[in-house]
């Protein structure tokens, strides 16, 4: 509504409302319907179906624990022949949400606390005692109080020294909860019994459900060599997705298991590459002195990384939606008029039908 005033000051409101116009073409009537088969497809079919655009939804709640299996056998002049189980190779023993494996290492033996002569790189790992020693027959250096002898400086084994950890499994336990709709669950499905679980491991194709993994399976279907990983070490992604339609059976809500590799490879950028730290083991001897063997230790580090929504109908969400698309439909007359009164040879003709002006004739009185 709009108000003017004429020249002797009385004044006058415009009033405006809808008007029918029929307009005979058949580019316009099937432009029109085309428009809103588009709509009605993309409300009904995008919105509603793909999208579920009727459900109320939550994101996942997750905990995550493993458990590593597996025997490897060493041999090295450092160490001689070992037997390596999960109390040797997996360091820390718990960790959330992730793991690691040892498969390669450069073992320093005997170590005691004295001084010694440095390796030139090597002072940030000792303190100087302000002294010049022989290093060898020819060269002198920096005397140190360190850990002596130094770390070895070495490039690590190839093949690996644990190349026997791609045959070790883990089991994967993973407990999910929905906490707007109250649901929870895990991945040992009600279907596997104890007796599936001591033998199953998984595969995509006969044992999609078992949540025991070999290591060297899920570095493979991250497209990786396990072998050649063991060297440096690296960083797999065990991911674990749980969609869920809540308006399903519960049966259906299981979880999908992908891989793949974390840590960078590029070979243009390979400064630091795989994943190592160092640790020891500390051993006195009778008459007290202490020693230990430095190891630096190379692995794979997995990390389960768990992802999900849940979907649940609810009519809030679904009234939104349907009005979103009532007010789409109403959008498709408007181009409609916009493109008659614009476009079209006989726009003005349209244009003189559309509005019609009509004066004011006064109220009926009661």
């Not at 939804?57 to 996942?60: L, N, P, Y």
């Not at 020891?280 to 006195?284: L, P, V």
């Given at each position: 509504?709009?108000?003017?005033?004429?020249?002797?000051?009385?004044?006058?409101?415009?009033?405006?409302?809808?008007k029918?116009?029929?307009?005979?073409?058949?580019?316009?009537g099937t432009?029109?319907?085309?428009?809103q088969a588009?709509?009605?497809a993309y409300?009904?079919?995008?919105?509603?179906?793909?999208?579920?655009?009727?459900q109320d939804?939550?994101?996942?709640l997750?905990?995550?624990?493993?458990?590593?299996?597996?025997?490897?056998l060493t041999?090295?002049?450092?160490l001689?022949?070992?037997i390596?189980?999960?109390?040797?190779?997996?360091?820390p023993?718990?960790?959330d949400?992730?793991?690691?494996?040892?498969t390669n290492?450069?073992?320093t033996p005997?170590?005691?606390?004295?001084?010694c002569?440095?390796?030139?790189?090597?002072?940030?790992h000792?303190?100087?005692?302000?002294?010049c020693?022989n290093?060898?027959?020819?060269?002198?250096s920096?005397?140190?109080?360190s850990?002596?002898?130094?770390e070895?400086?070495?490039?690590?084994?190839?093949?690996?020294?644990?190349?026997?950890?791609?045959?070790?499994?883990?089991?994967?336990?993973?407990?999910?909860?929905?906490?707007?709709?109250?649901?929870n669950?895990?991945?040992?499905?009600?279907?596997?019994n104890?007796?599936?679980?001591?033998?199953?491991?998984?595969?995509?194709?006969?044992?999609?459900?078992?949540p025991?993994?070999?290591?060297?399976d899920i570095?493979?279907?991250?497209?990786?060599?396990?072998?050649t990983?063991?060297?440096?070490?690296?960083v797999?992604?065990?991911?674990?997705?749980?969609?869920?339609?809540?308006d399903?059976?519960?049966?259906?809500c299981?979880?999908?298991y992908?891989?793949?590799r974390?840590?960078n490879?590029?070979?243009?950028?390979?400064?630091?590459p795989?994943?190592?730290?160092?640790f020891?083991?500390?051993?006195?001897d009778?008459?007290?002195?202490?020693?230990?063997?430095?190891?630096?230790?190379?692995?794979?580090?997995?990390d389960v990384l768990?992802?999900?929504?849940?979907?649940k109908?609810?009519?809030?969400?679904?009234?939104?939606n349907?009005?979103a698309?009532l007010?789409?439909?109403?959008l498709?007359?408007?181009?409609c008029?916009w493109?008659?009164?614009?476009i079209?040879t006989?726009?003005?003709?349209?244009k003189e039908?559309k509005?019609?002006?009509?004066?004011?004739?006064?109220?009926v009185?009661?």
């Open positions: 509504m709009t108000s003017c005033c004429d020249s002797v000051g009385e004044c006058f409101f415009d009033y405006y409302t809808s029918i116009l029929v307009i005979r073409s058949r580019k316009v432009l029109n319907r085309f428009t588009l709509v009605i409300v009904i079919g995008y919105v509603c179906v793909l999208k579920k655009g009727y939804t939550d994101t996942v997750s905990s995550v624990t493993t458990k590593v299996k597996g025997i490897a041999n090295t002049t450092e001689g022949e070992r390596w189980d999960v109390a040797d190779y997996i360091i023993p718990q960790e949400g992730s793991f690691f494996v040892l290492m450069i073992i005997n170590q005691t606390q004295s001084k002569a440095e390796v030139s790189h090597y002072g940030r000792s303190v100087r005692t302000g002294r020693v290093y060898n027959d020819t060269v002198k920096c005397e140190v109080l850990w002596c002898p130094l070895k400086i070495v490039e690590p084994p190839n093949p690996p020294l644990l190349a026997d950890a791609e045959n070790f499994t883990v089991l994967i336990k993973n407990n999910i909860r929905y906490p707007k709709f109250n649901f669950k895990r991945n040992i499905l009600p279907n596997i104890s007796s599936y679980l001591t033998q199953c491991v998984f595969s995509r194709k006969t044992d999609p459900d078992c025991i993994f070999r290591l060297k570095v493979e279907e991250a497209e990786e060599d396990f072998q990983m063991a060297v440096h070490g690296g797999m992604g065990v991911q674990i997705r749980w969609d869920c339609d809540l399903m059976p519960q049966s259906w299981v979880p999908r992908t891989f793949r974390l840590d490879k590029d070979p243009e950028n390979n400064v630091a795989g994943y190592n730290f160092r020891a083991k500390y051993y006195k009778s008459d007290g002195t202490e020693t230990r063997t430095l190891i630096k230790g190379y692995g794979i580090r997995f768990v992802f999900g929504q849940a979907g109908f609810n009519i809030i969400p679904t009234l939104l349907i009005g698309g007010a789409l439909l109403g498709v007359n408007v181009i008029d493109i008659v009164l614009t079209m006989r726009k003005h003709h349209y039908q509005y019609t002006y009509v004066d004011d004739f006064g109220l009185s009661i």
